[in-house]
């Protein structure tokens, strides 16, 4: 299984995983009709993600690979359920609201996330971490006094379900280290494969939409899929609070993506959010910074 020569290296893998997974509500906002078809969207996304995830386990292990599963244990299968339900409510939430008060919700994943990484794990969270919450934080703030709901309260809902979702699969890449951990991502999207067919084939609907769609919902799949397997690498020298405060370039460029008018979608964000995103992106680097010249790593090892 592959894994990082140099433990300080996690920081900019991780940082580059949320980059890949701030282009999803670029994706979406192309979807024609995307409230339309959520669970064909899911099916297709489910699908792609465990076909590569499985290809890549494949090369990485040979045919034995599969052995995996049989290893997942309960630690793999709470991780793969919140992660699951991370993907399924993400889609509601953002065809329910703006990308922004999606991606707004997906900001809080650190805090829940070192909130059940202290409870369950018994992880410490130092003061240069608690100094990059905070600022977060205030971005944060600054963000939600800027992205009222208006009647979208459901994607809001639908978002902040999301975020505990993923925070779950954050603390569980921590709990147990030999758990395959690429099985377990493997496994989630397995969960929204299933639980789409389950919802389609009860109400007699197809399987697949448009071509353009089908084209889109795989290339989200993909990008969430390669985005997860480098914060999977990531998981093994970070404590899980720092790994989704790192995360968080996906909320910042989410927000940037949909907002250039030349890429198609000019989903113009307030003055607000703009504010909160450089707030974000502060707490990023400070982060960074603190702990790439720290001598001791911190991360649990």
């Known amino acids: ?90 889609i509601w939430s953002i065809t329910s609201t703006s990308a922004a008060i999606t991606l707004l919700c997906l900001a809080a994943m650190p805090f829940i996330t070192a909130l059940l990484g202290f409870l369950f794990l018994k992880e410490k969270i130092s003061t240069s971490v608690l100094i990059s919450i905070f600022i977060a934080a205030i971005g944060l703030s600054i963000m939600a006094f800027g992205n009222h709901p208006k009647g979208s309260l459901l994607g809001l809902l639908f978002g902040l379900i999301s975020a505990i979702g993923f ?54 799949g993909t990008l969430v899929c390669v985005g997860l397997i480098l914060y999977s690498i990531g998981s093994k020298n970070l404590p899980a ?30 003055t607000n959010t703009i504010i909160g995103g450089f707030f974000i992106f502060i707490a990023i680097f400070y982060y960074s910074l603190i702990t790439q010249n720290n001598k001791r790593f911190i991360g649990l090892n």
């Open 241 to 270: 609070a720092e790994l989704t405060l790192l995360s968080l370039t996906e909320v910042v460029g989410g927000i940037f993506w949909v907002w250039l008018p030349w890429l198609g979608i000019n989903e113009i964000p307030s």
């Open 1 to 90: 299984m592959f894994e990082l020569k140099n433990p300080r290296s996690a920081i900019p893998v991780v940082l580059i995983a949320g980059l890949f997974w701030s282009f999803g509500p670029y994706v979406v906002r192309h979807i024609d009709n995307a409230s339309s078809v959520p669970w064909q969207y899911l099916w297709t996304r489910g699908l792609v993600i465990f076909l590569l995830l499985n290809f890549f386990l494949f090369i990485e292990e040979g045919k034995e690979f599969y052995k995996n599963y049989f290893k997942i244990g309960l630690s793999g299968f709470i991780g793969g359920t919140g992660l699951g339900l991370a993907m399924i409510t993400f």
């Open 167 to 220: 925070a779950i699969f954050s603390v569980s890449l921590r709990w147990k280290k030999e758990t395959p951990k690429f099985t377990t991502v493997a496994f989630a999207g397995l969960i929204c494969f299933l639980f789409s067919s389950f919802i389609i084939m009860s109400n007699d609907f197809s399987f697949l939409s448009s071509g353009k769609n089908e084209a889109l919902f795989a290339t989200h």
